[in-house]
């Protein structure tokens, strides 16, 4: 079961760190951002990261993707939200 109270956790945590990654021009703050965002995932709510990932077992955790990747969990947890 997913709790509101998980969403709105992880909704102001990838938020905050969505907001800084998407302005950051420095290499090892994007990197330190990618980081932390995937020992948050690795510690997740299995049921919100399913929801979250669309079944893709890399979903934040690849740097190819990453960009993209906590844009649309953002997106997600807001929808979640509603």
Do not use: C, G
């Amino acid at each position: 079961m997913i709790t509101k109270d998980s969403i709105e956790t992880a909704y102001s945590f990838l938020h905050q760190k969505r907001n800084v990654y998407i302005h950051s021009t420095l290499d090892w703050q994007r990197d330190d951002i990618e980081v932390a965002i995937a020992s948050y995932v690795d510690d997740m709510s299995p049921e919100l990261y399913a929801a979250l990932s669309a079944a893709r077992p890399d979903f934040l955790r690849d740097h190819r993707h990453f960009s993209e990747d906590i844009t649309a969990a953002v997106d997600r947890l807001e929808h979640l939200l509603s």
